[in-house]
């Protein structure tokens, strides 16, 4: 199958009026009736804060090298690629290097400190960068408008490609996820492949595109397409689950949300990296390999080519951007091939033969963040819940430790990778090249792929968004019922004594809640009560117990706060409605066997939840993974095989309604 990526795609017209109003749009031209040019060519609105406009054949385009003439990497008459080959012929190896590294942009406040900026941009020439700032919509597109700015005064006026990790969710981690302020919210993805609908998903990842282009970001490192086999991994919620074909689906459909179809990027798209190629999901004991001593994946049960699957609709979606593994594929020999023993990122096995070479993948890949980095002793001695990153930096280089950054930079870019992830240094690159580590024409390759990107996405005819019309989109009220009704429907009800749900509106007056904040009871009428005694309902959000020294355990033993007060509402007699977040396959027995009702979640806003609890919305979900009995039994099961513990307390696509089974 073909990636598809790279395909240039038109179609701009949505944005024209907002643009305008905005101030930012210089030189729209419509089409004419006769003569004046091609009537098929549509002149794209044009964007320019420094750059001049100029006309040739009737047609404006933007003059970002200020020759005073067009050259052929400013017509936007050309494809991508045509564009691209061109462009890079004029840059510097330094200026090509600055393309080969994926920064992170300076959060100060609610914008970007503009002296660190400065450095990244003017000085090394880098132009494409993460944010991980949190804050109201207006305010990044304000931000993200600034970076562009700056861009555009540089000598071949090159715009950036802003990326993201998701923030439509309820999970905030720090490396993973970013603090949802203002967007749609929606439920973490295991919550979309417990509504099994990929047409939802494809409709949740349109609303997520939306929201980022309006902000200014053009570029999603999402969806993840590993393989829930380890109950005990940590990363569970960014997945779409443990059937690795519906996951296939998921991802397919998540990928043509985010990038507005299939046919490829234009420019209302965000670029998809999915990620993580490949096997992350089989974790060795769930550990986390942003660590040293979670650097290995197993495949005990020889399952590694179910890992592969979920990819297959990456690729089906013509997925932009592809992110390899932190991991080491542990002893792993697959079709005949012993994986070299190095991670995901340093792989040419896994990036050249598998994925350039049997799924043809032909777009960006992007390492994971900080491979190149330095991970000296201090670093390999550090555990969660201490942070990863520390007074070393951060650097996972799994397989490679004792290497220099400059070995690391060569191994990575000889390997495959197009851009290294979470680096604003591109100088080992330029030093490669001149000590004759790394061929240039290499360089050259991965420069030339990350600028067509740049151009497919539009960012060379109009890089700059409206905040006013950012902060109208994000989370609009059709949205927001969007994001509400996936909340809802991923919403999986595990049991109900008694017919405990749906709440009886009449009968509940007074609520005992932990988790649940008391202006969302009181919106409804109802009363908070902090003695269980008193309540004719209660209701508890259980979260992840993360227990045991390695915090990978997944039952509650009692001495966490939220249990403890479930069991205190338990105690008292009143009906209790246990609800816990299901970031990880959970061992729910010790809750299932005393709560009225457990109703699973994958975020759900207390408005949302509440609506269900009390009979307007109906959960409907059912379970993408399997949720084990015991921790017997997790440690026995194969962290590569799906769904293969002993006895298992739910299957993977339980679920009940309020009338029965709902599946």
Not at 264 to 288: E, I, P, R
Not at 316 to 338: E, R
Request: charged share 20%; aromatic share 8%; proline share 6%.
């Amino acid at each position: 199958m073909q990636n598809r990526s790279m395909r240039p795609r038109r179609g701009r017209a949505a944005r024209l009026a907002a643009l305008a109003t905005a101030g930012i749009v210089t030189g729209a031209v419509g089409l004419t009736s006769a003569g004046a040019h091609d009537a098929a060519v549509e002149q794209p609105v044009l964007g320019s804060r420094s750059a001049p406009i100029i006309t040739v054949d009737g047609l404006q385009f933007r003059d970002l090298d200020r020759n005073g003439a067009l050259t052929p990497y400013e017509d936007w008459r050309l494809t991508a690629q045509q564009r691209a080959t061109d462009l890079a012929g004029r840059m510097s190896l330094a200026q090509k290097a600055g393309l080969v590294v994926h920064g992170t942009l300076p959060v100060a406040g609610t914008g970007y400190d503009p002296a660190k900026l400065a450095t990244l941009v003017a000085d090394r020439h880098v132009s494409t960068f993460i944010t991980r700032l949190s804050a109201a919509p207006d305010q990044i597109a304000e931000a993200d408008n600034a970076v562009q700015e700056l861009a555009e005064q540089q000598p071949l006026g090159i715009p950036a490609v802003i990326s993201t990790d998701p923030r439509n969710g309820f999970s905030v981690t720090q490396g993973q996820t970013v603090a949802r302020v203002g967007t749609t919210a929606m439920p973490d993805t295991p919550g979309m492949a417990a509504i099994g609908r990929p047409q939802v998903t494809r409709r949740l990842g349109d609303i997520i595109r939306q929201e980022y282009r309006a902000v200014g970001i053009a570029e999603g490192l999402s969806p993840q397409a590993d393989l829930a086999t380890e109950p005990r991994w940590t990363r569970i919620n960014g997945t779409f689950g443990s059937d690795a074909r519906a996951a296939r689906d998921q991802v397919e459909a998540y990928v043509s949300g985010l990038q507005g179809g299939t046919r490829g990027l234009g420019a209302d798209s965000v670029a998809a990296v999915t990620k993580h190629w490949v096997g992350y999901g089989a974790q060795a004991n769930g550990y986390d390999s942003h660590y040293y001593y979670g650097r290995y994946a197993t495949f005990p049960g020889n399952d590694f080519a179910e890992h592969l699957i979920p990819f297959e609709g990456a690729f089906a979606a013509g997925t932009a951007g592809i992110m390899p593994t932190y991991s080491i594929l542990k002893d792993l020999v697959y079709d005949g091939h012993a994986v070299p023993q190095v991670g995901a990122g340093f792989n040419s096995y896994l990036l050249q033969d598998l994925l350039r070479g049997r799924y043809h993948f032909d777009g960006v890949i992007t390492s994971d963040w900080g491979i190149t980095g330095d991970c000296p002793q201090i670093c390999r001695d550090t555990r969660p819940p201490a942070s990863f990153i520390g007074s070393w930096g951060v650097g996972m280089p799994w397989g490679m430790e004792d290497s220099t950054v400059l070995a690391r930079t060569v191994a990575t870019i000889t390997a495959g990778v197009d851009q290294i992830g979470g680096s604003d240094d591109p100088s080992p690159v330029v030093a490669a090249v001149g000590q004759g580590l790394l061929d240039q024409a290499r360089v050259d390759a991965s420069a030339r792929r990350v600028l067509q990107q740049k151009f497919a996405l539009g960012l060379f005819e109009n890089p700059y968004v409206d905040p006013a019309a950012a902060a109208s989109l994000a989370g609009n009220a059709a949205f927001k019922e969007v994001g509400d009704r996936a909340q809802a429907s991923s919403l999986t009800l595990l049991s109900n004594r008694g017919r405990t749900l749906p709440a009886r509106a009449h009968k509940v007056r007074k609520v005992y809640a932990y988790g649940v904040a008391a202006d969302a009871l009181a919106a409804r009428g109802l009363q908070p009560v902090d003695d269980p005694a008193q309540a004719d309902l209660a209701i508890v959000r259980l979260g992840d117990p993360r227990g045991g020294a390695d915090l990978t355990g997944l039952a509650f033993t009692g001495a966490e706060a939220d249990y403890q007060a479930f069991q205190k509402a338990v105690d008292a007699g009143v009906p209790t409605v246990a609800v816990p977040k299901l970031d990880r396959p959970l061992i729910l027995t010790n809750v299932v066997d005393r709560a009225g009702a457990v109703l699973a979640n994958y975020g759900v806003s207390d408005e949302v939840l509440l609506e269900t609890v009390f009979g307007e919305r109906r959960p409907g979900g059912r379970l993408p993974f399997e949720l084990p009995s015991s921790a017997d039994a997790v440690a026995a099961q194969l962290g590569d095989v799906p769904d293969d513990s002993a006895k298992p307390l739910f299957r993977r696509g339980f679920g009940l309604s309020y009338g029965g089974r709902w599946w």
